[in-house]
């Protein structure tokens, strides 16, 4: 089965059949710029029509100001590149090393699929450029994966040369140790299928797949190659060197769309492996746990299987089931819990249910139904990454409106955003709130642009959004927000390409126009309360796109578009502004002020502030103060433990909270049965009030829900493992294989519960050897783990949440 690769957000999906695991994140130092014809793009035409909801403030640039950002003003014209997309890699951290590669697109009866005809080298940020397809003897390079850059601060690139593989034994890379002053050429014995991956810590060591579907390695930084394994589908790094991929047994054809492959684990890099799961799906890993989609019966519905010990012991995961029409997406995760979505029966329903884990990846939480989750693959799940605990979403609502939602406590609560307090409700809006365009409407051309949201930006957050009662396609603006998505500010009008600069400090913006060039961008010093225009050339562009040097420490943008050469031709222009020389001040002591993340300034002082155990106050700029955080900026912190309540604890399985208030019920379809939950291969008499304490909280003394485990404990019988009993080792003449994990951040369902005691019983499902094999997934009726109901809670509420429409919060329980 052939695999793609879908990107969500900040997240990187490996779909598989119907289920979809978490593999890595965007990376974060390549973009790539395309240029279309005009009027031949799905992206549709400007439409901005009728009276604003808000008036965007703006001040004017002073001529002195001007002047001298013209005068640190850099625009480089690529004449006679006829290339049709630019990708930019940066090489290191603060090197200011940028690479661009030019490439085409050639006809369908042309040999080569695309091509590179140019490669471009920078080592001031973008202020310049430099033709250097010299130094790679004007070789051309893949269009798709043609260059990847070492992780960290390494020197390290690699270009994938783009031969024809019907008339060479191998493939050719071209490799650099020296951030693309020097290339040296490679001959491969395969042809790579694919970018080549560099290990996450060790450069050195590289790995890829190949068009005939060999795992290959090198461990010299691609001097020498040897193969691992064959029929290889996809591969992932675990903890530390191990290395876990999956491949078709011999002599088998679609075995991942019939569940018949193989999971496989090497430790030691690819000299030997162990077969440590049969008859699988897919797999994914993230934050520590291993998840594989199984079928545990011919016919039967697909469950998932998780490894928290790297693929020792697998245990079933407690969710709904998915039939052929279904499927799992594992939206995010970290080593205390996973956010899953599970798809809703039926066909094309373009919604389901996110669970939340406990914090073994094993027992889950409904958090929030009806999740729009688009037959293309798109999914709006957000992860705020400027302050810990938030998320942004979108629903389906029954009657085929979008609403968006926000969670401050890791999917605890989702409330509907608030309205900008600059912004005007449309006539006859019953329910006005925004709402927030997310991967749906970026990928339909909608807008140019995802949210944006970085970690050392504390606070921060830029979307484009409607205000009403639910989400429009017919006028996209940007807003704004401070405090992590709390309260939002109106601040440009229309679609904008944004980038955050100074660690948040400066925000810098360009008007997204189809058929209109541009010339001017936009920036402000105040987290977008109110921006400057500055017109940086004579000669307008039709935008392609900003960009920044990934880690929000610059002070310099680079616009990227194209515009008619002297022959009519379209020449590629980029244009870097630097802002260091006009925002010159250094910030002092003076310039920062200490914020309580999470503060409603209303509640209780002891308990203002407190998510998930603890309190965070950040040390920030303040908005009015134009100075500059500078690189050395690091976010500072001070944390303080809270007092326990109801709020740290999430409802136990088989229990809800009801709406409200804190208290957790058991659900009606548990009363009276017991909960036959699989663990560690031990049957135990357990008594629980509801309550289970969030996986990573901190909280300290105060409430403290009653639990009593009993004495008694029987054998479960048959092992609840999707893998057999004995741990299968081979050995290989290969190496190891490397690819980047993804550390995601995780949310966490935050389910508050009641104080309601029920007897329920525990029963373990110990693994009786080191590892387990998929050839033994029958299991006894007795014997079953316990079934998750993937029913609504009670009380009629709307798609099985209360919305609290007369409520401040706009709270959805």
């Not at 783009?162 to 034994?169: Q, R, Y």
């Not at 191990?242 to 078709?248: A, G, M, R």
């Not at 000299?271 to 994914?284: E, M, P, R, W």
């Not at 899953?340 to 914090?359: A, K, L, Q, R, W």
């Amino acid at each position: 089965m052939n695999w793609t690769l879908l990107m969500f957000g900040s997240v990187c999906l490996l779909v598989l059949g119907e289920d979809a695991f978490v593999q890595g994140k965007r990376n974060g130092r390549t973009v790539t710029f395309s240029r279309t014809e005009r009027g031949h793009s799905r992206r549709r035409r400007d439409t901005w029509s009728g009276q604003a909801l808000f008036t965007a403030c703006k001040s004017p640039l002073s001529p002195k100001d001007r002047e001298l950002l013209l005068s640190h003003t850099h625009e480089t014209g690529f004449h006679g590149d006829d290339g049709s997309s630019f990708t930019l890699t940066w090489v290191g951290d603060g090197t200011g090393v940028i690479l661009v590669l030019s490439t085409l697109s050639a006809a369908s009866d042309s040999f080569f699929e695309g091509g590179s005809t140019r490669l471009y080298r920078s080592e001031d940020y973008g202020k310049s450029f430099h033709d250097i397809s010299h130094a790679i003897n004007n070789t051309f390079i893949k269009k798709d994966f043609g260059i990847s850059a070492g992780p960290g601060n390494p020197q390290q690139v690699i270009l994938t040369a783009n031969l024809p593989f019907t008339e060479m034994a191998g493939g050719v890379i071209l490799t650099s140790m020296d951030a693309g002053v020097t290339f040296r050429s490679v001959q491969l014995p395969f042809h790579p299928s694919q970018a080549i991956q560099f290990h996450y810590q060790e450069p050195k060591y590289l790995v890829v797949i190949s068009i005939d579907d060999g795992l290959w390695l090198s461990q010299d930084f691609g001097n020498s190659w040897s193969e691992v394994h064959e029929g290889v589908h996809t591969f992932t790094w675990g903890s530390g060197i191990t290395l876990f991929f999956s491949s078709s047994p011999k002599g088998t054809v679609e075995a991942a769309r019939r569940g018949e492959l193989v999971l496989r684990r090497t430790q030691d890099y690819g000299k030997s492996f162990a077969t440590i799961a049969k008859n699988i799906f897919s797999f994914g890993y993230i934050g520590g746990f291993l998840f594989t989609s199984v079928m545990e019966k011919l016919g039967s519905p697909r469950v998932i299987y998780v490894s928290s010990d790297q693929g020792d012991h697998f245990k079933k995961a407690q969710l709904p089931s998915a039939t052929t029409e279904q499927f799992y997406s594992v939206l995010d995760g970290d080593e205390d819990m996973i956010f899953m979505h599970v798809d809703n029966p039926g066909e094309d329903t373009y919604f389901g249910t996110i669970y939340t884990s406990d914090d073994r990846g094993i027992l889950y939480s409904k958090s929030l139904e009806r999740h729009l989750f688009g037959g293309e693959g798109k999914s709006d799940f957000t992860n705020v990454t400027s302050l810990r605990g938030v998320y942004l979403t979108n629903v389906l609502e029954e009657d085929g409106r979008i609403r968006s939602v926000i969670s401050f406590d890791r999917g605890g609560r989702w409330r509907f955003l608030k309205k900008p307090d600059n912004v005007d409700c449309p006539e006859n809006s019953k329910r006005c709130n925004l709402h927030i365009h997310g991967e749906h409407s970026h990928f339909s051309g909608i807008t140019p642009m995802l949210p944006l949201s970085e970690p050392a930006a504390i606070g921060l957050v830029i979307a484009h959004g409607s205000v009403g009662d639910s989400i429009s396609s017919v006028r996209p603006d940007v807003y704004v927000s401070g405090d992590g998505g709390y309260s939002w500010w109106g601040t440009l009008r229309g679609p904008h390409h944004y980038s955050i600069l100074d660690s948040g400090g400066l925000i810098v913006a360009v008007e997204a126009h189809r058929d209109r060039q541009i010339s001017s961008v936009k920036f402000s010093t105040d987290e977008g309360q109110c921006w400057n225009t500055y017109n940086f050339t004579d000669h307008p562009i039709f935008l392609a796109g900003l960009a920044s040097e990934p880690g929000t420490k610059t002070m310099n943008i680079s616009i990227f578009g194209y515009r008619p050469d002297d022959d009519d031709q379209p020449m590629w222009v980029a244009v870097t502004i630097d802002f260091e020389h006009l925002i010159t001040r250094e910030c002092g002591e003076q310039d920062y002020v200490k914020w309580l993340a999470h503060s409603d300034y209303d509640s209780d002082p002891e308990t203002d502030g407190c998510l998930l155990g603890y309190k965070e106050t950040f040390r920030r700029m303040k908005k009015l103060s134009a100075c500059r955080n500078g690189r050395g900026y690091v976010v500072s912190r001070q944390q303080r433990p809270c007092l326990c309540t109801r709020q740290d604890f999430m409802c136990d399985y088989g229990f809800y909270r009801h709406e409200n208030t804190s208290e957790c019920l058991p659900q009606p379809d548990f009363l009276n049965q017991t909960q036959d939950i699989c663990s560690d291969g031990e049957l135990e008499d357990l008594q629980t009030s509801g309550y289970r304490k969030i996986p990573g909280d901190k909280c300290e003394g105060g409430f403290s829900p009653p639990r009593r485990n009993n004495a008694f404990k029987n054998n479960c019988g048959e092992d609840s493992s999707p893998t057999s009993s004995i741990l299968h080792t081979e050995r290989s003449p290969g190496i190891l294989v490397l690819i980047v994990a993804c550390t995601c951040v995780g949310v966490i369902g935050l389910v508050i519960t009641a104080a309601l005691i029920i007897t329920s019983r525990r029963i373990n499902c110990r693994q009786r050897s080191p590892a387990y094999r998929f050839s033994v997934l029958q299991l006894q009726e007795d014997d079953l783990c316990v079934s998750n109901s993937s029913e609504s809670s009670p009380n009629g509420k709307i798609n099985g949440f209360q919305v609290q429409e007369d409520s401040d919060d706009d709270l959805i329980e």
